[in-house]
């Protein structure tokens, strides 16, 4: 792009003017002004002319500052929607700057804890809200939902949960569609429910009603509960949301904006964790941040406002959100400072604890810091991924029970030898018997006999060779004139033949009659 003109300062304003126009790129621009700026007289250009030298006034012109290589050029230059890239580059280096401004203000707030001793007794506050919807605008309205505040220390665990449903307000023209489906598919919360004055009534509540608590009164619960505090945490990338909340709550009810700070929560957890006596026990902020987006806790009951807990099925409450993240950091970091861990209060109350005491076993140096990092106090069962210190104690009573074991373990084997030994000896008498059965057996065994000797001189002729081959039930008839001495010889006990006999032989102990055979 050359050097810019007054015609290009006059596009810019007309489409700020125009909503229509928002999007047009500059080509489009230069169509739709031609006749606007035609119709100007000179007096009204003039003002177009002092932007013009303003801006250059500013800026130095391209080309007047050597670029390195690879390095994009900035200065008079233009994104695709006509936005300066010099504005763009002021805005991120001011955000850049707000999160190490933020990043330091945790660094101090923990250092200071530390060194005075105060560190496990400090109170922290964790913030997540709910929104229908987030607009597209340059500077976004965020509709609030549900607004959800922890108070946490190490030594006390979470203390008190501050938790209201806001009243959504007016809905941005063409948002209606979009808040009902993110209530639907997210946290739940109708758009429209029953709107609760402030009251000081005893009366039981109804958990199955929700009820939507003024601005005014939200505003004043949070400074009651914060107790002075100007510092509460939240993921990163919760952050623009839970100030867009609470600044829709202030402008629309005129109210005075909260004096907080919201700061990032895995920066405390890293600062945490790396302050106990153990040393760098969590390698980074990244680390940090991975620890709290697993979600460890995420299906545990009882979390979720009472609401949300009665009425749903989703895990999306701003209450369970900031009950997670608590109990998240401080299962992470009490571990390190020899808190015990106290169910309900440091870890859900369906994870079995373990207190930590006197007798636990010392990491060596040369451990890593991956191992360091994920012990945890607790017994088996808690959740995926934990690593468990168990008692010296406990180890000496597990090696004691384990001699045992194996002490009744070889007295039941050698009773075990006993009887087997017995049954083999009964087999061995039992197999003695039949051996000598068999033995009486094969002494009065005759050989076996052949078909012929059956017949005995029977002979049968045939003009066809297929009728001598077969001995029907006549033929065989034919000879029962064989001596009854024969018959009774031939008869003998049964007996198994061995694999192998011939094909024809006739088994002892078989009638001879009516039989008949094939060759």
């Given amino acids: 792009m050359g050097k810019l003109n007054s015609y290009f300062f006059f596009m810019q304003e007309q489409k700020r003017l125009k909503p229509a126009w928002k999007n047009k790129s500059n080509q489009e621009l230069m169509v739709l002004c031609d006749s606007l700026w035609t119709a100007l007289g000179p007096q009204e250009r003039v003002r177009f002319e002092e932007m013009k030298k303003e801006y250059y006034g500013k800026v130095p012109q391209a080309g007047e500052k050597e670029r390195k290589k690879g390095e994009v050029r900035v200065t008079g230059g233009y994104d695709a ?31 200071t804890a530390a060194r005075t001793g105060t560190l496990e007794v400090t109170k922290f506050y964790v913030m997540e809200t709910n929104v229908f919807v987030k607009t597209e605008d340059d500077t976004p309205i965020f509709v609030p939902a549900e607004i959800s505040i922890a108070k946490f220390s190490l030594q006390e665990g979470v203390i008190k ?17 979009l808040c009902l489906e ?76 909260l004096n907080i700070s919201i700061l990032p929560l895995p920066e405390l957890l890293y600062r945490l964790a790396n302050k106990s006596q153990e040393g760098i026990t969590l390698p980074s902020t990244n680390m940090a941040e991975i620890e709290l987006e697993r979600e460890r806790f995420l299906y545990q009951a009882g979390l979720s406002c009472s609401w949300h807990e009665a009425m749903t099925d989703t ?89 045992k074991k194996l002490d009744e373990a070889q007295g039941t084997a050698e009773e075990e030898n006993n009887v087997v030994q017995e049954h083999i000896d009964k087999v061995k008498k039992g197999v003695a018997r ?6 009486v057996v094969a002494r009065e065994m005759q050989p076996a006999g052949t078909i012929s000797d059956c017949l005995g001189n029977l002979s049968i002729t045939s003009d066809w060779s297929s009728d001598s081959e077969f001995v029907t039930l006549d033929s065989i008839s034919q000879a029962s004139g064989v001596s009854q001495a024969r018959r009774v010889q031939l008869v003998q006990p049964s007996v198994v033949v061995k694999k192998g006999v011939g094909r024809g032989n006739v088994l002892p102990g078989r009638r001879i009659s009516r039989l008949a055979a094939v060759f």
């Fill in 434 to 439: 039949d051996m000598k059965g068999m033995q």
């Fill in 81 to 111: 929607h006509g936005r300066p890239l010099v504005e763009i580059e002021r805005r991120d280096r001011e955000i850049k700057r707000e999160i190490a401004n933020k990043i330091e203000a945790v660094a101090n707030m923990v250092g």
């Fill in 182 to 257: 993110n209530s639907n598919d997210g946290h739940k919360i109708p758009l429209e429910a029953d709107y609760m004055e402030p009251q000081d009534s005893l009366e039981e509540e109804d958990i199955t009603q929700i009820k939507q608590t003024p601005d005014v009164k939200i505003f004043e619960d949070i400074r009651r509960f914060l107790s002075g505090s100007e510092f509460v945490f939240c993921m990163l990338e919760k952050t623009a949301q839970c100030e867009g909340a609470l600044r829709t709550i202030a402008q629309r009810s005129n109210l005075t904006q």
């Fill in 161 to 177: 949960v501050y938790q209201a449903f806001t009243v959504p307000g007016k809905i941005p023209l063409g948002y209606k569609r």
């Fill in 315 to 403: 895990n999306n409450c701003s209450s369970a959100t900031v009950w997670r993240w608590c109990f998240t950091v401080l299962d992470l970091c009490c571990q390190h400072y020899k808190i015990t861990l106290v169910s309900g209060k440091h870890i859900p109350r369906s994870v079995e604890t373990e207190p930590v005491g006197q007798g636990w076993g010392v990491v060596d140096q040369g451990r890593s810091v991956r191992n360091t990092a994920n012990r945890q106090a607790r017994r088996l069962g808690g959740f995926p991924s934990e690593d468990v210190r168990f008692r010296e104690e406990q180890v000496v009573e597990e090696e004691d029970n384990q001699v």
